[in-house]
């Protein structure tokens, strides 16, 4: 056995008895419990941020007139981490990729606009393009010749942006519930299919308490969002119910963004179309996908597989949107095994496949 795969196996040895107190025979949403709480809160605890805890280095990076809020945890084959969206920050990622920390240098950043990094548009806004480039720029600043892409659902699409346009900086990359980047009639959204009557009412209810308090100037937006995750909006996107610590953390660090940055950056994705831009790619790929995703409906997961037919393939029976947190434990041993796989691209193929990708990244006005 390779001395990176024996690692990888002691990480995960320590690391399960973690998740087996987060994740193990908690409620799913298969179970259909509702619960409704006493109170709808006006204020949640305070608690620290998990990176907080961490002993790594945590820093920030000026890129393109920005300054990036960047932490690089442990040693070995480089891999970044692109959260999902538009508007959530590298906190999502907290704590299941510690587990890699013996076998990878994994970096964590907050995208411009989001998080703990700066709130400066580009020269014509928040765009796509330049939250591609912000990430070509990362990847200069670090000093790293190659790395790992891993991109989380819109962060699966910025990932794949990103290594159309700059594949000779890729050595891997890794989709996990990625945002399809092409029209199709059969991606309709599932999220309410396990949430009750009884659950939507009290969401109007929240969501009417908070229209109030915006307009007093009073807006929680912390606490909204976590009184809807407290009253059943969990299922929406996960498979097992976070625990309480997790719905707090999640409220609180998890969407950090500018103002309307959402719409502006779906706008600016939406002016690209990828169908077909994966049919020939040399570059190593990683499809990770969740049964019980609800994000784009039960037909995404093969109509988006058909896109990269050169791909290794990864369906977990029982996740949701967020399959590191779902199946954490066998979602580090299919990441871990992708990566020892990873050999040298022939460079004459990478190019090739760069000019073929060039159309692919022009934005089209809608």
């Known amino acids: 056995m390779k001395t990176n795969a024996l690692f990888v196996l002691l990480v995960l040895n320590l690391f399960s008895a973690y998740c087996q107190v987060k994740v193990g025979n908690r409620e799913t949403v298969l179970d259909s419990i509702i619960y409704l709480s006493d109170t709808i809160y006006d204020t949640i605890p305070s608690l620290p941020r998990l990176c907080d805890e961490l002993s790594i280095p945590k820093f920030t990076i000026p890129i393109n007139g920005c300054d990036f809020y960047v932490e690089v945890e442990g040693q070995g084959i480089p891999m970044v981490l692109i959260n999902g969206g538009p508007g959530g920050t590298h906190h999502y990622f907290h704590p299941w990729f510690s587990a890699f920390n013996k076998t990878h240098k994994v970096i964590y950043y907050d995208q411009r606009g989001t998080g703990q990094s700066g709130f400066v548009p580009g020269e014509e806004g928040y765009s796509f393009f330049q939250a591609k480039e912000d990430l070509e720029g990362l990847r200069e600043a670090l000093g790293i010749s190659k790395w790992i892409v891993c991109g989380y659902s819109y962060g699966g699409l910025l990932a794949q942006y990103y290594a159309a346009s700059y594949p000779e900086k890729v050595s891997g990359m890794v989709l996990i519930s990625a945002l399809p980047r092409f029209k199709e009639d059969r991606f309709m959204s599932e999220q309410q299919k396990y949430i009750s009557q009884v659950e939507k009412d009290r969401f109007k209810e929240i969501t009417a308490k908070a229209i109030e308090a915006k307009k007093k100037g009073e807006l929680n937006f912390s606490a909204f969002l976590y009184n809807m995750a407290l009253n059943g909006d969990w299922k929406r996107q996960n498979f097992h119910k ?53 994000t784009w409906g039960s037909e995404k997961a093969v109509i988006f597989r058909q896109e990269f037919p050169n791909a290794k393939y990864a369906f977990f029976e029982d996740s949701g949107h967020g399959i590191f947190k779902d199946e954490p434990i066998l979602f580090t041993e299919v990441v871990s095994q992708f990566s020892e796989t990873l050999s040298p691209i022939n460079s004459e193929q990478v190019q090739s496949w760069k000019q073929q990708a060039k159309p692919y990244l022009e934005a089209k006005n809608e």
Not at 247 to 273: C, G, H, P, T
Not at 274 to 287: A, M, S, V, W
Request: glycine share 4%; net charge neutral.
């Open 242 to 294: 976070p625990i309480e610590e997790q719905m707090i953390r999640s409220a609180l660090y998890e969407w950090v963004n500018d103002r309307n940055f959402n719409s502006i950056m779906s706008k600016s994705a939406k002016q690209y179309e990828f169908k077909g831009l994966f049919k020939n790619c040399p570059l190593p790929i990683l499809l990770m996908e969740g049964k019980y995703d609800l």
